[in-house]
């Protein structure tokens, strides 16, 4: 699975749209960005996942440049139960191969 | 969405005994079960792929016979950590992939906090 590269931590106000970034430069074409959040001492959550579109959800939205090489997870108005570690995965959907790798994520800090 | 489950959150266990951690998918059948262990402050380290009726992959550096999956169903998967030593506390976390609908999402457990004395 390709590697993922994101900042380890960000702060944002709440109720501003919290923008966090990540690069998969050696993303393969079958492998998707997904989206992972964990907050402290639980299991993580899936928030989102997309190919090449851009998609959106109740959660989030998930920008993917044109090249695939990078993609930003949107949060659009963040409030403070939003604080968690948030992890991006690149992962192909073939079961055997699909496993995710883990990254180091980004800590998003919401502040009032 | 699907619900998984992991028993016990929490155990405490002497160094020397074995601790067994159950994970289930509660509303839909796991083909696929992954199993994670996570030190604090750390991320999500992989530790083993299993398919149901087969035999656990295992990631380079973990041990297979200290850490013992079984994948019986497609609705339970087990960890054993035989022998337990104090180096194996940590916090323990399934996921499970499904069949139909939503299958390309993995579903994680809550997570079961070892603490071996």
């Known amino acids: 699975d390709a590697k993922t590269t994101q900042p380890p931590s960000m702060d944002c106000a709440e109720g501003r749209a919290a923008n966090l970034p990540c690069n998969h430069s050696?993303?393969?074409?079958?492998?998707?960005v997904y989206w992972y959040r964990q907050i402290h001492s639980q299991g993580p959550q899936y928030i989102i996942h997309?190919?090449?579109n851009n998609e959106t959800n109740e959660m989030a939205s998930l920008i993917i440049t044109e090249d695939r090489k990078s993609s930003t997870l949107i949060l659009p108005h963040a409030t403070l139960r939003d604080t968690a570690v948030y992890y991006c995965?690149?992962?192909?959907?073939?079961?055997?191969?699909?496993?995710?790798?883990f990254g180091d994520g980004t800590t998003l800090t919401v502040k009032p | 969405g699907a619900v998984v489950s992991q028993h016990p959150s929490r155990v405490i266990c002497k160094s020397g005994t074995s601790v067994k951690i159950e994970c289930r998918s509660l509303?839909?059948?796991?083909?696929?079960m992954f199993w994670y262990r996570q030190f604090p402050k750390k991320s999500l380290m992989l530790m083993a792929t299993?398919?149901?009726?087969?035999?656990?992959?295992?990631e380079q550096g973990v041990e297979k016979d200290k850490f013992l999956i079984n994948h019986a169903s497609l609705t339970l998967s087990t960890l054993t950590v035989t022998s337990a030593h104090p180096e194996d506390s940590s916090f323990y976390i399934c996921?499970?992939?499904?069949?139909?609908?939503?299958?390309?999402?993995?579903?994680f457990g809550p997570g079961t906090r070892l603490t071996v004395t």
């Open positions: 509303d839909f059948q796991a083909t696929t």
């Open positions: 996921s499970a992939r499904g069949v139909g609908g939503r299958d390309y999402e993995q579903y």
């Open positions: 995965i690149v992962s192909s959907l073939n079961t055997n191969a699909g496993k995710s790798t």
């Open positions: 050696t993303i393969s074409g079958n492998e998707y």
């Open positions: 299993s398919n149901e009726g087969s035999k656990a992959t295992y």
């Open positions: 997309g190919l090449k």
